[in-house]
């Protein structure tokens, strides 16, 4: 029996943009696909007709998928977009079992939407992101994800929920799935034109987003509209967006980590007893503002020829600008550390001086304040794809679907416009460090309220400058399915892909001060400041009415005065290419009988990688190395390239038993690939002559393998109804994890001396392959109430370690969502709250961190004025979450690091549908 995708009306709230109502699909639709864009399957029970507009049909209808599919699942259909409060995909996604999200990429500190997906307590790069089953390239605005940390995880803030249809989280494998997802794979499913019921259907919102901490308001838009002819074989789908709104992040970093006072500091000298004691480097007041435009837009164009041939052209396109300014006023407790002047009183606990005052030192003129202003004008990311795919019924038994197809994304920093300057505020000056969960106090003498004191002569000027990172793939691929009549085996599922996949960053200036860059004269005469409850919204004593230089006037002075010669300023290390040519092949069998169903299938994976790299010696592990070029300021370098080859074979198996109409067991086993991320692959290798230590990639690194098991309980109560239990467990061989290697490479400094080569062994610091595991529980309950309410809680537990017991990085212990609704004809209300605990977040500037444990609350509300015209109310994050990180060593154990209080928004909307 035919498995034809039920239409699933919908009003698309996101970021304010909100479509109106979906409508139901005609049912008369041939050439449906299954789920992640497959072929239909054949095995899944056929769903009838449903007009799906508020939030109890959803659930219904995302309950109704889960428990026919035969492999395990979470359904998230476009009405339950709609009435959750949700800004993009992952906003949603949060809130089901066993997904975790985060709001940062790399080390740039969270913000105030949902940016990255993972699953199961494992890091975003090994959760695969689709759209209708194909690849989607993506793109970072923030320059470290650009350059230093680039893994394989899509940026859901380029997504918005207005293109879908319905999510499919796949939390078992297939082999008719694209390798890539080794906790999982995320199906974004988008709409087609010829499942509306309508011939024209047009739909549209207008609104506006209101921010507490910037304090502003910004328009938002969305509209789409739909025709499809009377003998509904032909149609087209046009949508667009424009999304923009004002962010503002009040912080505080404790930036570089902490250091031992040697003997020889000053401190130590007057005080014996604190040698070898850590202390923070610089301790920061970091305002973050930045304004983000999402725009863009979708085409469909469907097309049935004949009764048995369905062709569909989809492109999708979608922009973030980003422009951003981050402000860092620090206090330099080095400065102090050396010159001395430490008062009575001080503490130190677990190795660390948590409290210190500090008197004024005759003589003394060193800066006691270092001052980082950097404006990026331009920041962007984007994302589109292109495709192509046809169906054809060939008989009633053989179908084939192929598809061809191109995506991109970029990421740009086309400018910084950077300032730093030394200030000399003098003492008295102080910190006292109040543990990991809340801010550190501290101040210093002077005012920080003007830029008297500024000392450039202490400062720089540095950032990179023409940074356009690309993720392009091209690919095709065909898929075949051939129906058994009779017999418990009902359909042989077939196909090959071949993909053509490049990540790089071929080019980047590394600006340097030029001119008369520290004559106070030149600076600007104007300033601004700090919001006035900067320090308040975060809580602790620190600097808040800071001054600084407009986003204007440093672009201005860096006119002025920065070397920006594409030449001397070329920035080799951040410069990387990785080049994947994946080929793929699998069959799938799927099978039913009375009261149970399921599949089994192998795919086999190929992979060719010709991945380059910069060093500043050559590296004699590369297939080639060529060097030394020279002509940059930052030194010569050698270009590397190393060629590798690798293929597997990736079994999966899913079995399903109906025990009960209402109960159902499911046990899955597979083995699933996640290539390594490009930064760890292609990362620039550094080398010290003198202390013979180093760091940097590793392309020799060999695909993450998860071998996987799942299990799990359903039991569908009522038709909104489930309570269900699952376990699962991955034992991942060749996890990606650093340790120090011994490697051979050429002394250049030594064999500069020596007039002939030298060759010395480096402890050389680099991602490596290790072993790890990760196992959990889920638990789900949805409970329906009357005809009008309805509460949902789940549940997961995670518990994850590499070999060594060290951290898996994504690995929160718990999370935890409950939510309840009410809804009649005219009002619709939901509230929603969800909790993820701490997790190992990565490495910044060496220095192992942490995200704490984190609560959210949001609230929708919505109103049908009449039948084509509806107003939204969403609120994100009420309860005001302030997201805290913090280091952990064996040296020191558990330290504060970052603290970001992104404030509420508010997001009101009136949407129309014709």
């Known amino acids: 029996m035919n498995y034809r995708k039920t239409l699933l ?32 399957r054949k095995d899944v029970k056929q769903l009838g007709t449903v007009m799906v507009t508020g ?44 997904v975790n999200i985060s709001s940062a990429s790399a080390s740039e500190g969270g913000f105030d939407e949902s940016d990255r997906v993972s699953l199961r307590g494992t890091n975003p790069s090994m959760t695969q992101t689709l759209v209708n089953g194909h690849t989607v390239g993506t793109g970072d605005w923030f320059v470290l994800s650009q350059v230093t940390t680039v893994g394989r995880s899509v940026s859901y803030s380029l997504l918005p929920a207005e293109i879908v249809s319905e999510v499919v989280v796949h939390k078992t494998s297939e082999a008719k799935i694209q390798e890539g997802g080794a906790a999982g794979s995320v199906d974004i499913i988008t709409r087609k034109p010829l499942e509306f ?126 422009d951003n300014y981050n402000r860092n006023y620090m206090l330099w407790t080095s400065q102090f550390i050396n010159q001395g002047g430490l008062q009575p009183g001080y503490t130190v606990k677990n190795g ?59 990421g740009s920093s086309p400018e910084q ?64 399915e051939l129906d058994f009549d009779g017999g418990s085996l009902s359909s042989l599922e077939f196909g090959v ?37 900067f320090g308040s919204s975060l809580g602790g004593s620190f600097p808040g009415n800071i001054w600084y230089y407009s986003p204007a006037q440093l672009a201005a002075f860096d006119a002025r005065f920065t070397n920006r010669d594409p030449v001397s300023r070329f920035y080799f290390n951040d410069v990387y290419k990785v080049n994947e040519k994946d080929s793929a092949a699998y069959m799938q069998l799927n099978f039913a009988g009375e009261g149970w169903s399921g599949n089994l299938g192998v795919r086999y994976v190929q992979t060719k990688q010709n991945i380059g790299y910069t060093s500043t010696n050559p590296d004699p592990g590369a297939t080639t190395s060529t060097g030394p070029i020279v002509g940059s300021a930052f030194g010569n370098y050698y270009w590397n390239t190393y060629k590798n ?50 760091s940097g990639g590793n392309p020799k690194l060999k695909p993450l393998i998860s071998s996987n098991f799942d299990a799990a309980l359903e039991w569908y109560f009522a038709p909104r109804g489930l309570l269900s239990a699952g376990v699962y467990k991955m034992t991942l061989k060749d996890y990606v994890n650093f340790s120090n290697e011994f490697q051979t490479y050429k002394n250049i400094q030594a064999s500069t001396n020596a007039g002939t080569d030298v060759f010395s062994t480096y402890t050389v610091s680099v991602p490596s392959n290790t072993n790890g595991q990760v196992k959990g ?65 990565g490495v910044a500037r060496a220095d192992t961190f942490y995200q704490a444990g984190v609560g959210n609350l949001a609230a929708s509300f919505g109103y049908n004025i009449n039948e084509w015209m509806a107003v939204s109310f969403d609120a994100m994050n009420l309860n005001n979450p302030k997201l805290k990180y913090y280091t952990k060593t064996d040296a020191i154990g558990k330290q504060p690091y970052y603290f970001y209080d992104n404030g509420r928004q508010y997001y009101v909307n009136l949407r129309f549908k014709f």
Request: charge should be neutral; hydrophobic fraction near 35%.
């Open 9 to 40: 009306a919908a009003s698309i709230i996101t970021s304010l943009c909100v479509s109106g109502a979906l409508y139901a699909q005609d049912t008369t639709q041939s050439g449906s696909t299954g789920q992640a864009g497959q072929p239909a």
């Open 55 to 98: 939030i109890r049909d959803s659930e219904a209808e995302s309950l109704a998928l889960k428990k026919d599919a035969a492999s395990h699942i979470e359904v998230v259909t476009a009405e339950d977009i709609g009435k959750l409060p949700a800004k993009n995909v992952a906003d949603t996604l949060q809130r089901l079992p066993g």
């Open 197 to 322: 019921a309508k011939n024209i259907t047009a739909e549209g919102s207008v609104g506006g987003v209101y921010a507490d901490l910037p304090g502003n308001t910004k328009p938002q838009f969305s509209g789409l509209f739909n025709w499809k002819n009377d003998a509904n074989n032909f149609g087209v789908m046009v949508q667009a967006f424009y999304e923009k709104r004002s962010l503002q992040r009040n912080g505080q970093e404790l930036v570089g980590g902490y250091v031992p006072i040697a003997a020889t500091d000053a401190v130590a000298v007057a005080h014996p007893d604190l040698a070898g004691v850590y202390y923070p480097q610089e301790i920061g007041a970091t305002l973050f503002t930045q304004t983000r435009t999402r725009k863009g837009g979708a085409v469909d164009v469907e097309f049935k020829p004949t009764d048995n041939l369905t062709l569909n052209l989809n492109a999708f396109y979608t922009k973030l600008k980003a």
């Open 352 to 410: 660390v001086l948590t409290n210190a005052s500090f008197g004024q030192v005759a003589g003394n003129t060193n800066p006691s304040i270092v001052y980082d202003q950097i404006s990026r004008p331009g920041a962007a990311s984007s994302s589109g794809y292109v495709s192509l795919d046809a169906d054809w019924r060939v008989t009633d038994q053989l179908s084939f679907r192929g598809q061809v197809g191109t995506t991109e994304g970029k």
């Open 417 to 480: 416009n950077v300032l730093e300057l030394g200030a000399n505020a003098g003492a008295p000056a102080s910190w006292n460090i109040n543990g990991s969960g809340k801010p550190t106090d501290w101040s210093v003498g002077g005012s920080n309220s003007t830029p008297s004191g500024i000392l450039p002569s202490f400062g720089w000027i540095f950032g990179g400058q023409g940074i356009k990172t690309k993720d392009k793939e091209n690919w095709g691929q065909l898929d075949g």
């Open 497 to 533: 892909r071949y993909a053509d996949h490049t990540r790089e960053n071929p080019f980047e200036v590394a600006q340097g001060p030029s001119g008369d860059w520290t004559n106070l004269a030149n600076y600007p005469a104007t300033y601004g400041n700090y919001p006035g409850d």
């Open 645 to 694: 080859k690798y293929s597997k074979f990736l079994p999966s198996g899913n079995l399903k038993f109906d025990i009960t109409d209402q109960l159902v067991a499911r046990i899955a086993a597979s083995q699933t690939m996640t290539r390594p991320d490009y930064s760890a692959l292609a990362g620039f290798v550094s080398l010290n002559d003198l202390t013979l230590a180093g």
């Open 777 to 841: 529980v889920e638990l789900n309950y949805i409970q329906p109430i009357g005809k009008n309410f309805g509460v949902s809680a789940n549940y997961t537990y995670a518990s994850g370690s590499a070999t060594g017991d060290k951290p898996l990085q994504g690995t929160s212990k718990t999370t935890a969502n409950a939510s309840a609704f009410f809804e009649n004809d005219r009002f619709n209300a939901r509230v929603s709250y969800t909790y993820r605990s701490s997790f190992y977040a």
